[in-house]
T-cell receptor, first 114, second 109 residues
Framework: EPEVTQTPSHQVTQMGQEVILRCVPI?????FYWYRQILGQKVEFLVS????????KSEIFDDQFSVERPDGSNFTLKIRSTKLEDSAMYFC????????????FGSGTRLTVV | RKEVEQDPGPFNVPEGATVAFNCTYS??????FFWYRQDCRKEPKLLMS???SGNEDGRFTAQLNRASQYISLLIRDSKLSDSATYLC??????????FGTGTRLTIIP
């Protein structure tokens, strides 16, 4: 079964550092997403991406965050200057159509900011 | 505000029993509905979509009541492997999925 691949599985970074989380979506999918889940809390939407641009973003997704699809296969989330409160699981997802059909999540990157 | 509410549990249920979860959502214009399953520290996995007419997949039955704005999930003949957190998820007609907090289920041998 095709899957969404995320790397690294765990990243530890110092507060104020930049991190890039990487995702390889399923190859024929056109819609890409990042979600996060702080430990013990609900899964929260960050951003959706279609046709090489952001189609929607949440209030969490401020100027410190950016996304990119640099080479037609990878989909990255960059956090410019990490804060302690950015510590969470970050899940990438992709779908062949818009989200009303549900989508497939990657196994996540656990980001720990110290 | 568009919200999805679930009873967080935990539900501790003996193996073989039937268990049901409910979920309510805030917006009557919501478009699509799902149940996801999440194991501890893993990604959410789509369990089933929920259709207006109700739908069944093996031991799992999902129901949607648009008038009352709730969704249910019934698990029959529960197995140890059903232990997980069950996430109620709604698409409110935009690009994103809105998740409930999840209901934790533990099946006891």
């Amino acid at each position: 079964e095709p899957e969404v691949t995320q790397t690294p599985s765990h990243q530890v970074t110092q507060m104020g550092q930049e991190v890039i989380l990487r995702c390889v979506p399923i190859s024929n999918h056109l819609y890409f997403y990042w979600y996060r889940q702080i430990l013990g809390q609900k899964v929260e939407f960050l951003v959706s991406f279609y046709n090489n641009e952001i189609s929607e973003k949440s209030e969490i997704f401020d100027d410190q965050f950016s996304v990119e699809r640099p080479d037609g296969s990878n989909f990255t989330l960059k956090i410019r200057s990490t804060k302690l409160e950015d510590s969470a699981m970050y899940f990438c997802a992709s779908s062949v159509r818009q989200s009303n059909y549900g989508y497939t999540f990657g196994s996540g990157t656990r980001l720990t900011v110290v | 505000r568009k919200e999805v509410e679930q009873d967080p549990g935990p539900f501790n249920v003996p193996e073989g029993a039937t268990v049901a979860f409910n979920c309510t959502y805030s917006n009557s214009a919501s478009q699509s509905f799902f149940w996801y399953r999440q194991d501890c520290r893993k990604e959410p996995k789509l369990l089933m979509s929920v259709y207006s007419s109700g739908n069944e997949d093996g031991r799992f039955t999902a129901q949607l009541n648009r008038a009352s704005q709730y969704i249910s999930l019934l698990i029959r003949d529960s197995k140890l492997s059903d232990s997980a957190t069950y996430l109620c998820v709604v698409n409110f007609g935009n690009e994103k999925l809105t998740f409930g907090t999840g209901t934790r289920l533990t099946i006891i041998p």
